[in-house]
């Protein structure tokens, strides 16, 4: 099976501007997880999708949304982007969501703000 | 909110010594235990985890010990070898729609010398 994919794997944006990136987890996987990792504050819970629908959140501001579409695939959005918003961006699949189930990472996008 | 504390965020063994890194996490309602490695450059992969009907596990050299009173848990790594030398994050999962989130621990950069 393939892995979790992500894309694209390096950006570089303004301050002010918007980004959409996007993950695509493993074939049968309906859960998909978000992180922002950041030297010192570790992995970061930004959102938790499964089947379409947000089943989790952790503490980040409005800026920060995403979804999930019919076929697993989620994309994550960051508007009025901040220099603080510069980080590595990872996505994590599971086959269902919560429990004890397994996350698998992608290889993240590397966000860069200027 | 949930919390996961981890110690130390450094640490320096020779080749062939023991590595201990600890956890303890806030929720308790969490009832799993992952813990992740994450290489330079690449994405965080499992390499052991337990849950909170289990006080022990053990897979070669790695362990993972599970005190669920003090809400604490640890990674122990025998005989290290330099291909250990990577950041290690712990996480805990609680139980529930909206509160089953994965929120780990801000990493240990274990360093192995040979």
């Known amino acids: 099976k393939a892995g979790v994919t992500q894309t694209p794997r390096y950006l570089i944006k303004t301050r002010g501007q918007q980004v959409t990136l996007s993950c695509s987890p493993i074939?049968?996987?309906?859960?998909v997880s978000w992180y922002q990792q950041t030297p010192g504050q570790g992995l970061q819970f930004l959102f938790e999708?499964?089947?379409?629908?947000?089943?989790n959140k952790g503490n980040f501001p409005g800026r920060f949304s995403g979804r999930q579409f019919s076929n697993s695939r989620s994309e994550m959005n960051v508007s009025t982007l901040e220099l603080g918003d510069s980080a590595l961006y990872l996505c994590?699949?599971?086959?269902?969501?919560?429990?004890?189930?397994?996350?698998?990472f992608g290889p993240g996008t590397r966000l860069t703000v200027l | 909110g949930e919390n996961v504390e981890q110690h130390p965020s450094t640490l320096s063994v020779q080749e062939g010594d023991s590595a201990v890194i600890k956890c303890t996490y806030s929720?308790?309602?969490?009832?799993?235990f992952p813990w992740y490695k994450q290489e330079l450059g690449k994405r965080p992969q499992l390499i052991i985890d337990?849950?909170?009907?289990?006080g022990e596990k053990k897979d070669q050299r790695i362990a993972v010990t599970l005190n669920k009173t003090a809400k604490h848990f640890s990674l122990h790594i025998t005989e290290t070898q330099p291909e250990d030398s990577a950041v290690y994050f712990c996480?805990?999962?609680?139980?529930?729609?909206?509160?089953?989130?994965?929120?780990f621990g801000t990493g240990t950069r274990l360093q192995v010398f040979p």
């Open positions: 994590a699949s599971s086959s269902l969501a919560g429990g004890y189930n397994e996350q698998f």
């Open positions: 074939s049968g996987h309906r859960s």
């Open positions: 999708y499964f089947s379409e629908t947000q089943r």
């Open positions: 929720d308790s309602a969490s009832n799993y």
């Open positions: 337990i849950r909170s009907n289990v």
């Open positions: 996480a805990a999962r609680g139980w529930g729609y909206n509160t089953d989130k994965l929120i």
